[in-house]
T-cell receptor, first 114, second 112 residues
Framework: NAGVTQTPKFQVLKTGQSMTLQCAQD?????MYWYRQDPGMGLRLIYY???????DKGEVPNGYNVSRLNKREFSLRLESAAPSQTSVYFC?????????????FGPGTRLTVL | LAKTTQPISMDSYEGQEVNITCSHN???????ITWYQQFPSQGPRFIIQ???TKVTNEVASLFIPADRKSSTLSLPRVSLSDTAVYYC?????????????FGSGTRLLVRP
């Protein structure tokens, strides 16, 4: 089991460029999440997907779009990157079948927008 | 959404017991309380989860009073490697549509 994988690990963009952050999980989890974490701050929820085919906004969705491609994959797209989107992005997945569930996090993508 | 409140930071020394309290006054009946630990440049990782009374695992204990409006994470005999940020979350573990919101967390510094 690889758990939750994210690509790329690092990325530098210029203002206005677009890119897609990829996330995949091999644990057959129902829910997937995208968070951002700015230096010295807590995690903020961008978007989440409760199940395949559904997505919902989190706390800070502006400037982002997501796609739940299938049960395994959940991508985050920046259409026109801005310096304010410089952050570390974490993807997570979660199983919700009533057992003591936890979120499992990927290693993160460190994004710099110049 | 049940909002949580934690101290921003705490200091301790190696070998001491550390107790971090989280307030969640509007916790719902179906909500569980989960604590995560985050080291720099890593994603958070699960520490412990509970619903009421006391839960203990190999890493920590979680104390939850009868009214469930707060919870206390207890780390016995901390070491330097326990320096991290600790987050308290509440949520319905059966509800896949539940937004899991992390607060600012508690930054624990363990000194030699």
């Amino acid at each position: 089991n690889a758990g939750v994988t994210q690509t790329p690990k690092f990325q530098v963009l210029k203002t206005g460029q677009s890119m897609t952050l990829q996330c995949a999980q091999d644990m057959n989890h129902n829910s997937m999440y995208w968070y951002r974490q700015d230096p010295g701050m807590g995690l903020r929820l961008i978007y989440y997907s409760a199940s395949e085919g559904t997505t919902d906004k989190g706390e800070v969705p502006n400037g982002y779009n997501v796609s739940r491609l299938n049960k395994r994959e959940f991508s985050l797209r920046l259409e026109s990157a801005a310096p304010s989107q410089t952050s570390v992005y974490f993807c997570a997945s979660r199983l919700t079948d009533g057992r003591p569930d936890t979120q499992y996090f990927g290693p993160g993508t460190r994004l710099t927008v110049l | 959404l049940a909002k949580t409140t934690q101290p921003i930071s705490m200091d301790s020394y190696e070998g001491q017991e550390v107790n971090i309290t989280c307030s969640h006054n509007n916790i719902a009946t179906n909500d569980y309380i989960t604590w995560y630990q985050q080291f720099p440049s890593q994603g958070p990782r699960f520490i412990i989860q509970g619903y009421k009374t006391k839960v203990t695992n190999e890493v920590a204990s979680l104390f939850i009073p009868a009214d469930r409006k707060s919870s206390t994470l207890s780390l016995p005999r901390v070491s330097l490697s326990d320096t991290a940020v600790y987050y308290c979350l509440v949520g319905d573990r059966m509800d896949s549509s539940y937004k899991l919101i992390f607060g600012s967390g508690t930054r624990l510094l363990v000194r030699p």
